[in-house]
């Protein structure tokens, strides 16, 4: 099994493919790579090539942006690209709109974007700009009645959500915790992968050990936030004092308000999402990681290799990475890797077990997963 989140050495995309008004502030061009990049309301200065447009957050913000903006910086500076991000103004299509409108106008080639909030930006953007170029995380581009339509100008690249939600609530459960949690920003696909793969993943470790029918709780919960939030630091001091063990959060800045609580505790930890976001407390034991840093680095490759174009097999197509192509997974780091009783040897079992298909993570959203030893309270 190649370890992807230990030592990335290999490409995702040698794989097949298959088909998730205001004023814009922008940072100085650049071909270094900077701990931060300061926003400018200066006069714009052409030469961006490569640009991100990021969501409702921003590029540090430990999660999602920042991954993806990590990819961008890689890719950049090892080839001498200038690059720069771009944050809307406010949630909305319109501004995103807007923001990549900046982008291309400063000289953007391609334009990254992280997150299924640009679905409808990309829909319009891919045909009014058909020599600009799009990769869309997370997401595929539709006018909001999810006929998906990718020109050939745009590539799309998806992750199996549920097989990383799978590998948490696994461990959880191996490493001996028996009251989970799992609190989700909004019930949108790739959250809902997530915690309905924490489920299956707990369910199949209780059968594993034999524990009895209801030997293992989760609690269920959408903050409807992807940012920290007092009413959901409260439910989680709540949680943490009738007994939850350990946390699974789910959506961008909310694991702020999770740990918050959790740090009140004696015993209680998180379980972090999409990056490794073990630097952000001791208490984090490890975190349900999508590639997207290399997904990023490996998409962009492909599009400089084939003359700033999406290559056949990317142009118009949908990338669909998980644990066959090592695009999702736990972090394997010894700093990382947190658990005192699961190890990585039993990690890499499941792992295995997963890419030959003999245990298969059901990515369906549109019913709750059917267990028999786990109790999950999805009104928590």
């Known amino acids: 099994m190649k370890k992807i ?46 640009a991100l447009v990021t969501d409702v957050g921003n590029i540090d913000d430990k999660s999602f942006n920042e991954g993806t903006w990590n990819g961008v910086v890689e890719y950049a500076t090892a080839n001498s690209k200038t690059y720069s991000y771009y944050r809307p103004t406010e949630d909305s299509t319109a501004a995103r709109v807007e923001a ?3 982008a291309i106008n400063n000289g953007a080639k391609i334009v990254v974007c992280p997150g299924y909030l640009f679905e409808e930006a990309i829909f319009q953007m891919q045909t009014q700009h058909p020599d600009v170029y799009f990769l869309l995380l997370d997401g595929q581009p539709h006018a909001g009645d999810y006929n998906i339509v990718t020109a050939d100008n745009t590539h799309n690249v998806l992750y199996q959500e549920e097989q990383a939600g799978f590998f948490a609530g696994y461990a959880a459960v191996m490493e001996g915790y028996r009251d989970l949690g799992f609190v989700g920003g909004m019930a949108v696909p790739a ?25 293992v709780n989760i609690k269920y919960h959408y903050a ?17 004092a009738t007994g939850t063990e350990v946390v699974f959060a789910c959506g961008g800045g909310l694991y702020i308000s999770v740990v918050a609580a959790a740090e009140r505790t004696t015993s209680g930890v998180v379980i972090g ?55 999702v997974g736990l972090p394997t780091v010894t700093e990382a890797w947190r658990f005192e009783n699961f190890t990585i040897a039993q990690y890499e079992a ?31």
């Open 5 to 50: 989140f230990g030592l990335v050495t290999l490409s995702l995309f040698a794989f097949a493919f298959i088909g998730c008004g205001g004023t814009t502030t922008t940072a100085a061009p650049t071909t270094a790579a900077p701990t931060t990049v300061a926003p400018t309301t200066d006069a714009p200065v052409t030469g961006y090539e490569i």
């Open 100 to 102: 990549m409108e900046a």
């Open 191 to 215: 959250v809902v992968r997530y915690g309905y793969g924490f489920v299956q993943g707990a369910e199949y470790a209780a059968d594993e050990l034999g524990l009895a029918a209801g030997a």
């Open 224 to 240: 409807d936030v992807f940012w920290p939030d007092t009413d959901l630091e409260t439910k989680m001091d709540l949680w943490y």
């Open 273 to 327: 999402v999409d990056v490794d976001q073990k630097a952000e407390s001791d208490i984090i034991i490890t975190s349900a990681m999508k590639a997207l840093t290399l997904s990023v680095v490996d998409a962009l490759t492909e599009f400089y290799d084939a003359d700033m174009v999406w290559p056949e097999g990317l142009a118009g197509e949908t990338a669909l990475l998980g644990v066959e192509n090592d695009g």
């Open 350 to 380: 499941v792992y295995a077990l997963l890419v030959a298909g003999t245990v298969v993570v059901s990515p369906a959203i549109d019913v709750a997963p059917t267990v028999t030893l786990v109790t999950v309270d999805y009104d928590a």
